[in-house]
Every structure is written in structure tokens, then in C-alpha cells.
């Protein structure tokens, strides 16, 4: 299977109207500056945000506006002044239950599910229960079948890419998935949001 040619028309349509029915509110656009726009459009000025380490999110420009700009109270640009080995439970705090969490996820199923895998586990809590609101982005291109066919993307396609990319981020051996997140279903009306992109992205 080609992991990078986004998803037909119809499969997205059949995708996001599962996503819907699961409580994880789908919107589709057709690329990386519109989902940009509508990420925009979802987070309130002044906001507190955290951003998630994502590729997916480095190619849309939202972790650079969130940082940047002064319009939102950004947890990571907090992180800045702490110290991780004296504060790491600060940081762990912030990061667990911030008020808006952004980032994407792995795979998305056809049935309306979302998949993220971690080695760190970091981004996890957050996006199980920890968050107010998250909101995902994500490329049809990550658009699957089932979550058997989720594990293996996550395995055969996303790990080995990750890995690369940690070696040259931190200069480890590589990456694993040591743990693994499954959103069958957001019972907590309006706190999830996917935002679908008719283009490859992330991985």
C-alpha cells in the first residue's frame, strides 16, 4: 500500500461522517494553508495552547504562529523558563492538562477511529482525557481501513521515518513504539476535532 497519496473522495467523505458519529468533530479541506486557517479559526485569541511535536504540524506553520505570535499563551514557549531536571513535574502538569492540545495523529480509520503511537508517551494524556479541547491534523494520506490496518502503518510506515527523524533531532539510535493510543470513540461532546487534508502530510 502507498502510505503517501491521500485518500478518494469518497473515503474521506465515508471517513470524516464516521469521525462525527464517534464525537470527534471532522472537518475537510483541501490543504496545508487551509487547514492552517481553520485551526485558526477554531482557537480563541489568549488561549493557553500546547502544541505536540509533529511533522504534520511543522508543514502547516500552526507550532511556529502558536510560539510566535504573542496571540496565545503557549505551553511550550513556558517551557522555556523551566528547568526540566529541577520542574519536570511542572512541565508534566502543563503538558497533561492544557486547555487546548494541537497535533495529529498516525492513522485514522475508516470506521472513525484515531491512532497515535509514542516512544515517550509525552503527547498521550492529554489527548485521552487530559485536554479541554484537541484538535488533530491530519492528511488523508493516513487514512486506513481498520485498526489492523492502522498497526500496520504505524509499524512498517510511520515508525521507520520517525526513527530517522529522531536521529537527526537528537541523535539517538531511533525510535519505537512503546506506547499506543486508540480513540475508538470522545464521549465528551465537542472536545475533539479532527481536521482532514485532501494532501500528504506528516507520516
Do not use: C
Not at 19 to 40: D, P, R, S, Y
Not at 96 to 121: K, L, R
Amino acid at each position: 500500500m502507498d502510505y503517501t497519496q491521500p485518500a478518494s473522495q469518497d473515503i474521506t467523505a465515508r471517513t470524516a461522517a464516521a469521525l462525527t458519529a464517534n464525537g470527534i468533530e471532522a472537518h475537510t479541506v483541501e490543504n496545508a494553508a487551509q487547514a492552517k486557517a481553520k485551526l485558526f479559526e477554531m482557537i480563541p485569541a489568549g488561549a493557553e495552547v500546547m502544541t505536540m511535536t509533529s511533522v504534520t504540524l511543522d508543514a502547516v506553520g500552526a507550532d511556529k504562529e502558536f510560539f510566535e505570535s504573542g496571540r496565545y499563551d503557549s505551553i511550550r514557549k513556558r517551557f522555556a523558563a523551566l528547568d526540566p531536571q529541577t520542574q519536570g513535574a511542572e512541565m508534566r502538569k502543563l503538558a497533561a492538562a492544557p486547555q487546548w492540545t494541537v497535533g495529529s495523529v498516525h492513522a485514522v480509520t475508516e470506521d472513525g477511529h484515531v491512532m497515535i503511537a509514542s516512544a515517550s508517551g509525552s503527547q498521550l494524556p492529554a489527548y485521552a482525557y487530559g485536554a479541554a479541547n484537541v484538535v488533530w491534523i491530519a492528511g488523508t494520506n493516513k487514512i486506513v481501513k481498520d485498526t489492523a490496518a492502522g498497526l500496520k502503518r504505524i509499524y512498517e510506515y510511520a515508525l521507520p521515518l520517525e526513527s530517522e527523524r529522531a536521529r537527526r533531532a537528537y541523535g539517538v539510535a531511533g525510535s519505537s513504539v512503546n506506547k499506543l493510543l486508540i480513540i475508538n470513540r470522545e464521549g465528551q461532546a465537542g472536545r475533539a476535532r479532527i481536521i482532514l487534508v485532501n494532501e500528504a502530510l506528516g507520516f
